[in-house]
Every structure is written in structure tokens, then in C-alpha cells.
């Protein structure tokens, strides 16, 4: 199978502080890549998508980095709150085959 | 709008025994998908239907079987449960190209 892993299981910041949460992705030919949210408990949750084609996107207090030279992803969360706390997934699909590959997860913990 | 809806919530199964979980999703997506994880892990890929009557395997198919009864609904089935079947099952639904929607789980023990 496919194999999208993470550099960092636990992530610890302070309230307020920005995260940055890696994600390393092994086929170059994947379409399109999106981080999930999981909450203790919950299903993951949709927090962004970027497509293969894309760089850069943008939403409220988070931003996707896609460097597909090196197979990198990465989710920037902006003044970081308690809410945020969770396990952040990143997942690779390829559209021929419409499967999605989930890494490992990294746990965020926010530091009130 | 409910979204995906599994049941039961929460199972204990003996051994040997068999059960099925059920998923349904009211988005009419063409795809639907059963995952399991395991405590601290990411979500391995079970088996997932592209569309209504088909049905592929994923990274860890042995033990299950599914079934994608219409569009609506997709599932799995464990004939004899086994301890290492032990974990929480999400299912989840998508149309082509766009995310995945999931499911609040079904946390399964089996003793």
C-alpha cells in the first residue's frame, strides 16, 4: 500500500503560538492531499484539502504547503488555541483509484 | 443532515463469534470506505466500494467482508471475530476527487 507518514508524533506548543505539523507522502503521482482533524472520541473531521496542481492554500487560521519536489506536506495553524488540541492526519489520494492513505498522526497539545 | 451514520456505537464479541456493522450515508456519494484503528495509529483502509455493486479490497481485508447493499449503505461483516479484530471502526463516504466524510465509530472489543 500506499505509506504517508509524520516526522512528529506529539507536538506540545503554548496558547497563542503558531504550529507547524509535517506530513512525508510517497507517491508523486497523487492527486490531491488533505489534513483531518480527530478529536478524542470522533471521526476524523475535514480541516483542508490542496491538489496536486496548488502550492499554497489558505483557510481560517490554517494554511497547506505542498512541496511536491521533496514529497512534503505541512499544516500551519495560527495562534494556536485549546480547541485545537487533537491528532492531525494527513491523507494522499489518487483519483485513478480514489483510495485514500493516512499517515500515522501527530497529537497536538496546547499549553493554556 | 445526519452524514454518516454507523451502528452500533460500541460491540463485545466472544471469540469466534460474527457480527456486522452497519454504515449508511445520506449525501449520495458514489464512494464509501470501512477503516479501522488501532490505538495510537492511523487509519488502515479495510475494503471500499467505488461505487454501488462494486466492492475492492484495501491494505487489510483478511477477516472482513462487505457489502454495498445500495448506494446508501456499505457493510462490514466480521464471520469470526478474532482478539487482533479488536479496535474502532470508522466508515466513510466521498464523491471523486473531493474529501471524505466520516463516521462517529464503532468501538469493537473482542474477548
Known amino acids: 500500500g500506499e505509506s504517508v507518514g509524520l516526522h512528529l508524533p506529539t507536538l506540545s506548543v503554548q496558547e497563542g503560538d503558531n504550529s507547524i505539523i509535517n506530513c512525508a507522502y510517497s507517491?508523486?503521482?497523487?492527486?490531491?492531499f488533505i489534513w483531518y482533524k480527530q478529536e478524542s472520541g470522533k471521526g476524523p473531521q475535514f480541516i483542508i484539502d490542496?491538489?496536486?496542481?496548488?502550492d499554497k492554500r489558505q483557510g481560517q487560521r490554517v494554511t497547506v504547503l505542498l512541496n511536491k519536489t521533496v514529497k512534503h506536506l505541512s499544516l500551519q495553524i495560527a495562534a494556536t488555541q485549546p480547541g485545537d488540541s487533537a491528532v492531525y492526519f494527513c491523507?494522499?489520494?489518487?483519483?485513478?483509484?480514489?483510495?485514500?492513505?493516512f499517515g500515522s498522526g501527530t497529537k497536538l497539545n496546547v499549553k493554556p | 443532515n445526519a452524514g454518516v451514520t454507523q451502528t452500533p456505537k460500541f460491540q463485545v464479541l466472544k471469540t469466534g463469534q460474527s457480527m456486522t456493522l452497519q454504515c449508511a450515508q445520506d449525501?449520495?456519494?458514489?464512494?464509501m470506505y470501512w477503516y479501522r484503528q488501532d490505538p495510537g495509529m492511523g487509519l488502515r483502509l479495510i475494503y471500499y466500494s467505488a461505487s454501488e455493486g462494486t466492492t475492492d479490497k484495501g491494505e487489510v481485508p483478511n477477516g472482513y467482508n462487505v457489502s454495498r447493499l445500495n448506494k446508501r449503505e456499505f457493510s462490514l461483516r466480521l464471520e469470526s471475530a478474532a482478539p487482533s479484530q479488536t479496535s474502532v471502526y470508522f466508515c466513510a463516504s466521498s464523491n471523486t476527487g473531493f474529501e471524505a466524510f466520516f463516521g462517529q465509530g464503532t468501538r469493537l472489543t473482542v474477548v
Open positions: 491523507a494522499e489520494i489518487l483519483y485513478n483509484f480514489n483510495k485514500f492513505y
Open positions: 490542496i491538489r496536486s496542481n496548488m
Open positions: 507517491n508523486s503521482a497523487s492527486d490531491y
Open positions: 449525501m449520495n456519494h458514489n464512494s
